[in-house]
């Protein structure tokens, strides 16, 4: 027999004596680390780079020209590798799909929902590593996902295709470029090959423009010094429980149906924030000036989620000498793929994100975000060809994150999608996803930390016509976690920090 976690109860217990760790040294707080806002990245002030997006720095031709080599590139290898006749496309082609009926298409789930997503996010790229605005480069991704539809195959084009290449290729791509344009700007005055090489694997567009157009492009997009959080993990799956209604053993063709569980899989976890409230003359006029970003692999299935939610229109704003915020309206990305079954969706949502001084050392930090989307959602390898259902769908975020004096830090997530089946090809059915991290981080020494995790997940689906579907994963990991940044990303406003 098993052994059974309970994981509320480690938790719980181990947020007791990491309190009492930091309560012991609560007169120890080290006033330098508050001095500044955080930041994963070197703190020195760059020296100037050439202006970004002014003068010769900004081409509104290049884009162009950028999209149509690439997507003829694209072409080219999926006739030559691929195979098959989707790509064989002509003039005809391109006239039939610019003439015909737009359609739902059946392609596989991470095609349509992480692949079109980042072959958006180039095509957005391409226009901002140009110096042109992110408005302006929504419209260059909007652009490359039209031709894409119409020129680059030969199936008639597709709604839900063009809804989440461009938009959620824009949400994913912004945060890529302003990564990559951090990496480079703490380069100083010339990024270093190192730098460029980073800020390249971040953003393959960003790093071609700025290599194939000389020094046209070596102005780096200026972040005007964000508060910023970084924590990267790898860990395991120590203990987990899986519920489903679905028959694991259930053969179509003679063939099983891949919905098993990986209860030992590795997990690597990056997660960043970005443009934290609270550091001070920090604006909030540019869309993503604040975002959080997160990218999860997994052995069991190599893409587990990604998560963008950026900041599209608001503004900052302080309560007392306790509280900052920055609230609006937010452009969200998400894709999420538990083993068993997937959500993901691109939106908009209206939201908050606060950090409070409860006390001189522990600090209660938030993000609250209520919108809708349009989402894909199913189970992992049905017995359609297509084994998910698209819908508008209402949806809404909660994080908090309780800081413990530098020593410790709790994590608590909720997130819920409801996918409708309206703006859908399919009637009569709807889809209810929730998922919830719960986590506590104690560093163990100077960035160096581990962390225990209760991740669960559960989804309900009913359709008419079909059997009802009810799964849910709970899954108990512990990972080594690199931190960022000291205090877990706290940022310290208050004159008595700044005097010190």
């Known amino acids: 027999m098993g052994m059974t976690v309970r994981p509320a109860a480690i938790l719980l217990c181990a947020a007791l004596c990491a309190a009492g760790t930091a309560r012991a040294d609560d007169e120890q707080r080290p006033a330098e680390e508050q001095k500044v806002a955080p930041s994963a990245f070197e703190k020195a002030e760059p020296e100037p780079v050439m202006h970004w997006g002014e003068g010769d720095g900004r081409s509104y031709w290049i884009p162009l020209v950028d999209i149509v080599f690439y997507e003829a590139l694209q072409n080219l290898f999926n006739r030559t590798v691929v195979g098959g006749t989707d790509y064989d496309t002509n003039w005809g082609t391109f006239r039939d799909n610019v003439r015909g009926r737009w359609v739902f298409d059946n392609d596989p789930f991470v095609i349509n929902q992480a692949g079109h997503p980042y072959q958006g996010s180039l095509y957005h790229t391409f226009a901002r590593s140009a110096g042109i605005g992110y408005w302006g480069s929504l419209g260059y991704a909007l652009f490359g996902s039209l031709l894409w539809e119409t020129a680059g195959e030969t199936t008639p084009p597709s709604i839900n295709d063009q809804f989440t290449t461009a938009f959620g290729g824009s949400f994913f791509g912004e945060t890529l470029f302003r990564l990559s344009s951090l990496t480079l700007e703490r380069g100083h005055a010339a990024p270093g090959f190192w730098r460029e090489l980073a800020a390249a694997f971040i953003s393959p567009a960003t790093g071609f423009n700025r290599l194939a157009y000389g020094s046209r492009f070596d102005g780096v997009f200026r972040s ?30 003679g063939s099983p149906v891949p919905q098993g569980y990986d209860r030992g ?30 990218f999860t ?8 989620n990604v998560v963008a939610r950026g900041l599209l229109a608001g503004s900052g704003y302080g309560a007392g000498s306790s509280y900052r915020g920055v609230w ?23 939201g908050n994100v606060g950090q409070w001084w409860l006390s001189r050392t522990t600090a209660l930090q938030s993000e609250v975000l209520l919108g809708a989307g349009y989402a894909s959602a199913g189970i992992v390898q049905g017995r359609d060809e297509r084994d998910y259902h698209h819908g508008i769908a209402p949806q809404g975020m909660v994080a908090l994150r309780l800081i413990l004096n530098d020593r410790a830090a709790l994590d608590l997530t909720g997130s819920d999608w409801y996918v409708t089946d309206r703006a859908s090809e399919e009637s009569g059915g709807s889809e209810n996803i929730a998922r919830g991290h719960a986590g506590l981080t104690v560093r163990v020494h100077g960035l160096h930390g581990v962390t225990l995790r209760y991740t669960f997940s559960q989804r309900e689906a009913d359709y008419v016509g079909e ?14 976690t690199y931190l960022g940044h000291r205090w877990f990303g706290a940022v310290d406003w208050r004159p008595e920090a700044q005097d010190k």
């Open 224 to 253: 005007r010094d964000p508060a910023v959080y970084t924590r990267w993990q790898l860990g395991a799956n120590l203990n987990a429980s899986v519920q489903s209604n679905v028959d694991l053993s259930t053969t179509t063709g």
């Open 265 to 294: 899989e590795v997990i690597s976890d990056f997660t960043v924030a970005y443009g934290l409230p609270g550091k001070p003359e920090y604006r909030y006029d540019r869309p993503f000036d604040y975002f959080d970003f997160q």
């Open 467 to 480: 059997r009802g579907t009810r799964q849910s994963v709970g899954a108990v990991s512990l990972a080594y």
């Open 328 to 350: 609006g309206l937010f452009g969200t990305y998400d894709y999420i793929a538990p083993q068993i079954f997937r959500i993901s969706s691109t939106g908009l949502a209206a």
């Open 297 to 304: 692999a997994a052995s069991s299935n190599a893409l587990e």
